[in-house]
């Protein structure tokens, strides 16, 4: 067999990656608030875009309709006489926004909470907010200065790191290797140290969980009382809920130790939270699913997103023949990404519709009945139903939101596996979670029901569920052991 180079030509159906395809399905992809960020910076790119002014689209129309009315309009109306403003009117028209060339005259109807510029909300971090209660004492400026460096040692939880870098610092130890790095007397450190965990929020300087919970105590007046004792002595057993043990080592009764954990239950774990909280994630929503006349409507919440069109001065060049040919090549380059971009957005829009549409179609028992009635649906079945590709609905499924009757929702969720039932249908595994919190939540709790038994309980209601699946959603809820719920 002899081997030998050669060109040979050959024809085979490919889909290329063009880069006007590549940047159709990042914007597909992109939520509301990117999107908005991504057509801002096209607009000062391209000057061929331009933005609409719905203003001033709305006064156009005014003006159409007007010209028609009075084309239509036999005779116009006689003037009448302006009449003489009565004493005192005269000063009070002066002051209508209208009459003002510094202060316009604005409609009625533009006035909303829109028009006022939205600050960010400044919050005072746990640092800052124990300095100032600390320079408000009457301190010596060692103890300011020793102070100052232990609380930039507390992280946001409100615990007492090691200034160490090697990760050492045993409770027991953190104060010494705070004094070996200042070069400060131990007793001055724990002084200082004493007077930081006085401060607000209570909790805070503590080394560890239970110096926290023992702070909160004695500051409620527990000192004597048998949950401080606890938490001091035998506090592995409460962490693992080991009741007999403790009622043994303090001779008292299981209902005395139940009611000292109730009093613990109520302390904060993680005290420097409650100054410096997570900064909150606001979510505005992409899609807006309204019922009107027994029947579900889908439309964008894009209002926000500004509205383009092509500019008509830069139209008009290419039409003037004495223009170059570098004049004109540019301006039809802005043009065909100016056109090419308005009709991805259009595409964008319609495809969006189409996804919601089509989950609404198939999930309408959850928006008639809730939650436990919501089906299993995966990807592939809308891609199938509205004719794209499972890619394509998986894009615009990714990071957007929906505003429903029933509240804010991410479109995966309209999304899971699900489970078979004794009728042959199938449920959600959404709604297998809804069923495993209500039967927690209506458990009794002096005897709290295991994975297995509520895995038992699924199966008299028809649903095949195994005992590790039952485990597995548990887990995902964020609800702890049967031994852990248990109440004595």
């Known amino acids: 067999m002899e081997i030998k180079h050669g060109l040979h030509l050959s024809q085979r159906p490919a889909l290329v990656m063009t880069m006007r395809l590549r940047q159709a399905l990042k914007l597909l992809q992109l939520p509301q608030l990117e999107l908005n960020l991504a057509i801002k910076q096209e607009l000062q790119t391209n000057p061929m875009l331009e933005e609409v002014d719905d203003l001033e689209e709305e006064l156009k129309v005014e003006d159409r309709a007007t010209d028609g009315d009075a084309q239509l309009s036999p005779e116009p109306e006689p003037e009448k006489e302006p009449e003489e ?22 409609p009625a109807e533009d006035h909303s909470a829109e028009r006022f510029e939205k600050v960010a909300v400044t919050t005072m971090s746990l640092s800052e907010h124990l300095e100032t209660q600390l320079r408000l004492l009457q301190l010596t400026e060692d103890e300011v200065e020793v102070g100052t460096y232990i609380i930039g040692l507390i992280d946001d939880r409100g615990f007492l790191g090691s200034p160490r870098v090697d990760g050492g610092g045993e409770p027991a130890t953190v104060v010494a290797e705070i004094a070996e790095v200042l070069g400060r007397p131990v007793e001055l450190v724990d002084k200082v140290l004493g007077v930081i965990q006085s401060l607000e929020p209570v909790g805070v300087g503590a080394r560890d969980l239970r110096e926290c919970l023992l702070i909160q105590l004695r500051h409620r007046g527990y000192l004597e009382h048998p949950a401080y004792r606890m938490v001091e002595e035998q506090f592995d057993n409460l962490v693992h809920r080991r009741f007999h043990d403790v009622a043994r080592h303090f001779k008292i009764t299981l209902e005395q130790v139940q009611d000292a954990v109730d009093i613990i239950g109520t302390l904060s774990p993680k005290p420097g939270l409650d100054v410096s909280p997570e900064e909150p994630s606001y979510i505005i929503p992409d899609l807006v699913v309204d019922k009107v006349d027994g029947e579900y409507v889908v439309y964008l919440n894009d209002r926000h997103v500004p509205r383009l069109r092509i500019r008509s001065d830069y139209e008009r060049l290419l039409r003037e023949k004495r223009r170059g040919d570098e004049t004109r090549a540019f301006v039809q380059g802005k043009l065909s990404s100016a056109r090419w971009l308005i009709q991805t957005i259009e595409q964008r829009r319609r495809t969006m519709i189409k996804v919601m549409t089509s989950i609404v179609d198939k999930q309408r028992d959850f928006f008639e009945k809730g939650i436990a009635h919501l089906h299993p649906l995966t990807l592939q079945d809308v891609a199938r139903e509205i004719g794209m590709h499972e890619s394509t609905v998986s894009r615009v499924t990714s990071g957007k939101y929906v505003q429903t009757q029933r509240g804010v929702f991410e479109l995966k969720f309209f999304f899971s596996s699900g489970l078979k039932q004794e009728s042959g249908e199938d449920i959600s595994a959404k709604t297998a979670k809804d069923i495993i919190s209500r039967l927690v939540g209506d458990e009794d709790r002096k005897a709290p029901l295991s994975d297995q038994r509520i895995a038992e309980l699924m199966k008299a209601r028809g ?14 809820l964020q609800v702890p052991p049967a031994r852990f719920r248990k109440r004595v």
Do not use: H, M, S, W
């Open 463 to 476: 649903v095949d569920i195994a005992r590790r699946t039952v485990a597995k959603y548990r887990e995902q």
């Open 85 to 106: 403003p009565k004493e005192g009117e005269d000063d009070l028209f002066d002051l209508l926004p209208g009459n003002d060339p510094d202060n316009p005259y604005i």
